[in-house]
């Protein structure tokens, strides 16, 4: 099975301060296909999970472009430019090249 | 606008059987593979299982594999998550998540296996 390592697992940040979360995984996430099905999530206290980035770097439908993805193969990041209150929650990344799994998920907190 | 609402949750003893459905509206059911993802308390999120939008492939995760069966309704713009021999750690909020990527989520419904 697919592991996938989120690091790091709490993040303490400022309003305005730029973070990012690593997550690696123990295959290439590199399909067949040429697609790369690493995505990243945000889940809100209390809320549903909401898709924030696809097929690596694509940003999701609403998604404010503080947000950015990037990677390849096993390596993967997150990376918010500029933390505001409304990103506060668990961060998650999922791939979906072999079966699907996800990463154990970063907790983003202000400091 | 995507909606989807998951139902069917409750308390239950273990080594009994739930099912849960979710409906959908907002898109074209018919053309989207569907998940379930489940959250036990506290914890991260677990896929379950997935069903192609013409229930051609389907796949579960291993803890489930045998006693769960992921099923759809195309006409009926719905998704089912039969659950048999519920065991305490299938106590989660269970989601449905459109498509591969997991683009849109329900809010989720709980299921309690407790005796």
């Known amino acids: 099975d697919v592991v996938l390592t989120q690091t790091p697992s709490i993040l303490s940040a400022t309003i305005g301060q730029s973070v990012s979360i690593s997550c690696r995984s123990s295959?290439?996430?590199?399909?067949?296909?040429?697609?790369?099905?690493l995505y990243w999530f945000l889940q809100r206290p209390g809320q549903s999970p909401q898709r924030l980035i696809y097929?690596?770097?694509n940003l999701g439908s609403g998604v404010p472009n503080r947000f950015s993805g990037s990677g390849s193969g096993t390596d993967f990041t997150l990376k918010i430019s500029g933390v505001e209150a409304e990103d506060l929650g668990v961060y998650y990344c999922?791939?979906?090249?072999?079966?699907?799994?996800f990463g154990a998920g970063t907790k983003l907190e202000l400091k | 606008e995507v909606q989807l609402v998951e139902s069917g949750g409750g308390l239950v003893q273990p080594g009994r059987s739930l099912k849960l459905s979710c409906v959908a509206s907002?898109?074209?059911?018919?053309?989207?593979?569907m998940n379930w993802i489940r959250q036990a308390p506290g914890k991260g999120l677990e896929w379950v299982a997935y069903?192609?939008?013409?229930?051609?492939?389907?796949y579960y995760a291993e803890t489930v594999k045998g006693r769960f069966t992921i099923s759809r309704d195309n006409a009926k713009n719905t998704l089912y998550l039969q659950m048999t021999s519920l065991r305490s750690e299938d106590t989660a909020l269970y989601y449905c998540?459109?498509?591969?990527?997991?683009?849109?989520w329900g809010q989720g419904v709980m299921v309690t296996v407790s005796s």
């Open positions: 998540a459109r498509r591969l990527g997991a683009d849109y």
């Open positions: 907002g898109f074209t059911f018919s053309n989207y593979g």
């Open positions: 069903i192609s939008s013409g229930s051609s492939y389907i």
């Open positions: 295959q290439s996430l590199l399909d067949s296909d040429g697609n790369t099905y």
């Open positions: 097929l690596v770097s």
């Open positions: 999922m791939q979906a090249t072999h079966a699907y799994t």
